[in-house]
């Protein structure tokens, strides 16, 4: 099992919304262990175990060695819809709505 990352320390999750992606397959080309474009031209988390999550909201666990790529995913995504947040309060530290 992969360590998770963290800011901090904590654990840290990423979803993506849907209904903003662009399609354009930034965070795939940063981070393909955790992104995905299926079929739909739309991205979706994949779970550590490689299995594409379509349900709306589905989060994975950001791995420790690949935070940097997926903060940066969420940073560079042009339908801000990339989400990183905190999985023990659910706050969110990357993407749009981080303080
Ligand atoms: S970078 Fe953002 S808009 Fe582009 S494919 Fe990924 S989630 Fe969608």
């Known amino acids: 099992m ?3 990352a963290g800011v901090d320390g904590e654990a840290l999750e990423v979803w993506i919304d849907q209904d903003l992606c662009t399609g354009d397959g930034i965070c795939v080309q940063y ?5 995905e474009l299926d ?3 739309l991205a979706y988390v994949k779970s550590p175990g490689d299995e594409l999550l379509q349900t709306p909201g589905a989060t994975t666990p950001v791995p420790l060695t690949l935070l940097r790529d997926v903060a ?5 995504c042009p339908g801000d819809c990339i989400h990183v947040r905190r999985v023990s309060d659910s706050v969110e530290v990357y993407g749009p709505d981080a303080e």
Do not use: R
């Open 72 to 76: 940066d995913s969420a940073k560079e």
């Open 39 to 41: 079929i739909d031209g």
């Open 2 to 4: 992969q360590q998770e």
């Open 31 to 35: 981070a393909p262990e955790v992104f």
